[in-house]
């Protein structure tokens, strides 16, 4: 049962049309033993749920993400919340804030990220939040809202995610902590609360160190777990347990 896992992936994406059986045979040899696959695509959403249904190994979230808000139609709107309610969807997101790409239309995407909180609620289930240069706006909504998730691919400091874990929420590591500069990244790797932390890669973005450059697949997880073990000083066995506890108890709890 142990061995990395990917907490946020975007498998299902274009990027992987090529050689999706090429990356999910790579998932399997390097015993990945769990892939939270990302559908930011509605479009990506039946493919994964033919992953999950044939593998344990796979979970899906489906949300609709603050870039793509401008162009989003009814129609677009009722198949989100159908695939919401799907059984293998164990998450809503991503969603949330990124004012780094839009900072024109802030109050629609606090809007709509409102929306699928309460839709999140609704069905029971956690969120995955994504926040991009709105920490502040962010950390305003969630604090309104009694729901259990997790800050994806985090990028605040040590002391903002003190706060969320406060409110409840995880926090997730993704590849950057290995790059050379990210002084503050590390910092929270290491201070965090064990029981309160995550990793993914944000496949095919955000490549961890050796690798660096190249697309990001989920078995590169593993080069970000390795490189917290070593910034905390914590033996790898122990890590993968705690990290695989802590993905039962927000994600598969219910
Ligand atoms: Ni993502």
Redesign the pocket.
């Known amino acids: 049962m142990l061995g990395w896992l990917d907490s946020?992936a975007?498998i299902c994406s274009k990027e992987f049309d090529e050689d999706l059986d090429i990356v999910i045979n790579n998932i399997k040899e390097n015993n990945i033993t769990k892939v939270m696959i990302?559908c930011?695509d509605l479009n990506e959403c039946e493919k994964a749920f033919d992953l999950a249904k044939n593998d344990k190994r796979f979970d899906v979230a489906v949300g609709l993400h603050p870039i793509d808000q401008k162009d989003l139609t009814k129609e677009d709107y009722d198949r989100f919340y159908m695939y919401a309610k799907n059984k293998y969807v164990k998450a809503i997101g991503?969603i949330g804030l990124d004012y780094h790409w839009h900072n024109d239309n802030k109050e629609e995407q606090k809007e709509l990220f409102i929306k699928q909180i309460e839709l999140a609620k609704q069905l029971d289930k956690p969120i995955i939040v994504?926040s991009r240069d709105a920490m502040q706006d962010t950390f305003e909504i969630l604090k309104k809202y009694k729901i259990k998730g997790v800050l994806?691919?985090y990028s605040g400091s040590y002391e903002m995610a003190k706060e969320f874990i406060k409110l409840g929420y995880y926090i997730s590591i993704a590849g950057p902590v290995t790059f050379k500069n990210a002084r503050i990244l590390k910092e929270v790797a290491s201070k965090i609360d064990l029981d309160k932390l995550l990793i993914e890669t944000?496949c095919p973005?955000m490549t961890p160190v050796p690798y660096r450059g190249k697309r990001n697949e989920p078995m590169y997880v593993k080069h970000t777990g390795k490189y917290i073990c070593e910034l905390r000083n914590i033996d790898e066995i122990i890590f993968q347990k705690q990290i695989h506890n802590n993905y039962e108890t927000l994600f598969n709890s219910n």
């Open positions: 946020h975007h990302i930011s991503e994504h994806h691919s944000d973005y």
